[in-house]
């Protein structure tokens, strides 16, 4: 069984659309996060969500909407792709008010913007 | 200057040699996290520490938070040990990520 879930995989777009990839856990955990890794393969963190509730939104363009319908989604909106944009995302869970903080990641979604 | 640095950034090695791979931070942290991050792209924790050590077969991790510095050791490192290792440090909910190292173990 997948822990943690990402769709699609691959993403390949033109610039100016606006793309949605879908993150869900079955971990029963109350934290997400969405991580980009650039083209150096460095991680940086970008939302991170408790209990459906924003607790971390690192300097990210507000063409990036991240969206938790219940705490075993969180879904990363994206309008009017930007070149800059493309990149590797990865979704991640964690149980953090139970004090284990060990993240579950997920596969991550290649996006390329044209 | 990065607020995580971890040295070397590349590492190759003969299979069954020890490996270190050392992660010097320099934020105050509530947990260290060292991740594989495998040819293929996919991310696994391999260790949460936030004192002491710890072993997973052949994999143990160190921290010493007085000097903020954690190792990972690699004993009888096999080529499938191949792989980007990733350090990260937690403050509270946010996490700042090192730049990995890539191990090349040759057979």
């Known amino acids: 069984d997948t822990a943690v879930s990402q769709t699609p995989k691959y993403l390949v777009t033109q610039m100016g659309n606006d793309k949605s990839i879908k993150c869900e856990q079955n971990?029963?955990?109350?934290?997400m996060y969405w991580y980009k890794q650039d083209s150096k393969k460095f991680l940086k963190i970008m939302f991170s969500y408790n209990n459906k509730e924003l607790i971390i939104n690192e300097t990210v363009p507000n063409r990036f909407s991240p969206k938790s319908p219940d705490k075993a989604h969180l879904n990363l909106h994206i309008n009017s792709l930007e070149l800059g944009d493309s990149a590797v995302y990865f979704c991640?869970?964690?149980?953090?008010?139970?004090?284990?903080?060990?993240?579950?990641f997920g596969p991550g979604t290649r996006l390329t913007v044209l | 200057k990065n607020e995580v640095e971890q040295s070397p950034q590349n590492l190759t090695a003969q299979e069954g040699e020890f490996i270190t791979i050392n992660c010097s931070y320099s934020?105050?942290?509530?947990?260290l996290h060292w991740l594989q991050q495998h040819p293929g792209g996919g991310i696994v924790s391999l260790f949460m520490l936030s004192s002491g050590k710890k072993k997973h077969g052949r994999l143990i991790a160190t921290i010493n938070i007085q000097e903020k510095h954690s190792s990972l050791h690699i004993t009888a490192s096999h080529p499938r040990d191949s792989a980007v290792y990733i350090c990260?440090?937690?403050?509270?909910?946010?996490?700042?990520f090192g730049a990995g190292t890539r191990l090349t173990v040759k057979p």
């Open positions: 991640a869970s964690s149980q953090l008010l139970a004090g284990g903080k060990e993240q579950f």
């Open positions: 934020v105050g942290i509530s947990a």
């Open positions: 990260a440090v937690r403050e509270n909910n946010d996490m700042r």
């Open positions: 971990l029963g955990h109350d934290t």
